[in-house]
């Protein structure tokens, strides 16, 4: 059964997660309106798959920066900071499968289910370290 969350200003759908794949991934869909970012930052125990199902995103990962369309991917392996934009004027829409299972819990503890509601960053962050995860700076620092 889906879930639907709303974090940092993308709605996200966890279609699978350790409850269904016995621990092995979750799968993620995001959409992402324009101005989207997230925070620098990078995953220590799982490895992250963004495939583009609509629009454009931006990766910055590690020193390099990449532009992807509808029906392209990127693998994001773990340790390598990274952070992601939409910066057209249109939104965008991908799948994320993160491996092993770890990134759904983060979306299913701080998620809201209002758009307008401000997630709870304390529990973010606690949930952030619990699961692997560095934030490394906000959004938007690292254009």
Do not use: C
């Not at 993308?10 to 995001?30: F, K």
């Not at 990274?82 to 499968?97: D, K, P, T, Y």
């Not at 370290?129 to 690292?142: N, V």
């Amino acid at each position: 059964m889906t879930q639907s969350f709303w974090l940092l200003g993308s709605r996200l759908n966890i279609i699978a997660d350790h409850t269904t794949t016995n621990g092995q991934y979750d799968l993620i869909e995001g959409y992402f309106p324009p101005g989207t970012q997230t925070p620098l930052h990078r995953h220590t125990r799982y490895s992250e798959q963004l495939y583009v199902l609509e629009g454009e995103f931006t990766i910055w990962a590690g020193e390099n920066k990449f532009v992807l369309s509808a029906g392209e991917s990127f693998l994001i392996s773990p340790s390598t900071a990274h952070a992601i934009g939409v910066f057209s004027n249109q939104s965008a829409r991908g799948l994320v499968v993160a491996a092993p299972s770890s990134f759904a819990r983060l979306i299913a503890a701080v998620g809201t289910q209002d758009k307008t509601a401000t997630p709870d960053m304390a529990l973010f962050e606690r949930i952030s370290a619990e699961i692997g995860d560095e934030i490394l700076s906000p959004p938007g620092a690292y254009l």
